[in-house]
DNA sequence: TTATTTTGTCCACTATAGAAGACGATTGAC
DNA sequence: GTCAATCGTCTTCTATAGTGGACAAAATAA
């Protein structure tokens, strides 16, 4: 709150110009901010104007305040377990928590899988660049393509390339397991 | 939105000051701000770096973030009647409605009185620059200090020096007036 | 390969943000 | 009335934000 806040907003410049793949050049003609003060700006060379930090927002199209806001999110560093968004399906009781804090480039899922539930997962749906599984309680059966994994309690298991997936939890007691991801 | 949120900031900066009761000196202690700085962003002749706007967010108790919207508001040049701020005493029935978008330098106020109800105001109260009375319907007694006005429907009243004041509805319908003023 | 475009960073320079203190105006105490 | 304290602005000076262009590295094209 009383920090300064030009590494949070380095950090999120950075992520919102990147994720419209615009270049230094582009965001610089868009937000007519040159491109030297950019970089330096995503290198916490210099603390922006509020002025230079409107065309910025503007360019993106954000409010002011909505970017000032993403950028303090950004810089949390502890996601409370309270605060972890949970998914559940309802059919399974399959859950899915979202362990680490957003914006991080190492992601943490923590899945608990019901008796009996068997979760397909298409090819498609791995466009990350490294994934693993790590089980944490319970046995898993893990189909990645053709091969069919048997992981025990603590096995930890790195995915090869895309391929269609399932995962099969074959005991009478819920499983719980750890996927690990770094995206694109 | 991409316009120089210089000005907005400004004035956000000025009346959260203000709200506190500090003197430029007082908020450059808080903030470690200098009061030249202070002074000169209030006057929209500097664009504050993203480092003082966190120190000023700081002093105030505010996220950055919460500091942009709010200036962000002061901007708003349209206030929705659905979003006026209403308020109702809930013993005589009277409502003040406040017309004006936030912040604004003249201020517009919508009373309706309910008939039978009397409303004194202390001198004390008075603390404005200019302050007008204009009757939308019925009739309006109002007495300032010694003087007794009878203002019908149209008329528009011009307040003198701070006094003891009264606002009273002697017919059977309520009445509707403006009260217009610019604040000290 | 070699040439060309695009990437982000670095350099030199100018504009201005920011600090410290002086200043006139106002207020309150006596 | 005088004096002192406090207000916001103004002045001087330094640090740095911001620009335009040069630059090397990497990607792309031929």
Redesign the interface.
């Known amino acids: 709150?009383?920090?300064?806040?030009?590494q949070a907003?380095a950090t999120r410049l950075k992520i919102e110009r990147e994720a419209r793949g615009w270049s230094l050049a582009e965001l610089a003609e868009q937000s007519g901010v040159s491109k030297a003060m950019i970089s330096k700006i995503e290198r916490c060379e210099a603390?922006?104007?509020?002025?230079?930090?409107?065309?910025l927002?503007?360019?993106f199209?954000?409010?002011?305040?909505?970017l000032?806001?993403l950028?303090?999110r950004a810089q949390e560093q502890v996601a409370l377990a309270a605060e972890q968004p949970v998914w559940t399906d309802p059919e399974t009781g399959y859950t899915r928590r979202a362990v680490s804090p957003p914006n991080s480039l190492l992601e943490l899922l923590e899945v608990s899988l019901p008796p009996g539930v068997r979760v397909p997962y298409p090819a498609a749906a791995f466009a990350f660049q490294h994934q693993q599984i790590w089980v944490l309680s319970g046995r898993l059966d893990f189909q990645e393509g053709r091969t069919l994994h048997h992981l025990a309690e603590g096995d930890c298991l790195l995915l090869g390339p895309p391929a269609d997936c399932v995962f099969f939890n074959p005991g009478s007691e819920p499983i719980r397991y750890v996927v690990a991801l770094t995206r694109r």
């Open positions: 709150m009383e920090k300064d806040p030009v907003i603390s922006p104007t509020a002025t230079v930090l409107g065309r927002s503007g360019a199209g954000l409010p002011l305040s909505v000032m806001a950028a303090e």
